[in-house]
């Protein structure tokens, strides 16, 4: 299957700004990504997604307006621009690929999986 690396986390401090990549090897059969995060001892949450096709857009509330996921097909390349950070944003950050129209939402239903990149938020 194709293989996602993310990188890009760091040690910011809060109100600040970040930018995630996710490449992608080769040509990806996802038909779309997504970014989840996940804090020790609890699941994995949804943060946002796109669609290779058009490029639609979806965001979970905590994130909305803060956040902006994008793609650059032709790099095999997904992006999340994180603004405004707060320390509740510290998690390692993963990018998933997903091949069906299943719920976007739920982390079990993606196909592929970056190893994940730590993102901490100072207060």
């Known amino acids: 299957q194709v293989q996602l690396v993310e990188s890009g986390g760091g040690l910011v401090q809060a109100g600040g700004s970040l930018r995630l990549s996710c490449s992608a090897s080769?040509?990806?059969?996802?038909?779309?990504m997504a970014w989840f995060r996940q804090t020790p001892g609890k699941e994995r949450e949804f943060v946002a997604t796109?669609?290779?096709?058009?490029?639609?857009?979806y965001y979970a509330d905590s994130v909305k307006d803060r956040f902006t996921i994008s793609g650059e097909y032709a790099k095999n390349t997904v992006y999340l621009q994180m603004n405004s950070l707060k320390p509740e944003d510290t998690a390692v950050y993963f990018c998933?690929?997903?091949?069906?129209?299943?719920?976007?939402?739920?982390?079990?239903?993606?196909?592929?999986w970056g190893q994940g990149t730590q993102v901490t938020v100072s207060s």
């Open positions: 998933a690929g997903l091949r069906s129209v299943s719920d976007f939402t739920i982390a079990s239903n993606y196909d592929y």
């Open positions: 080769g040509r990806t059969s996802a038909y779309r």
């Open positions: 796109i669609r290779w096709s058009g490029g639609t857009t």
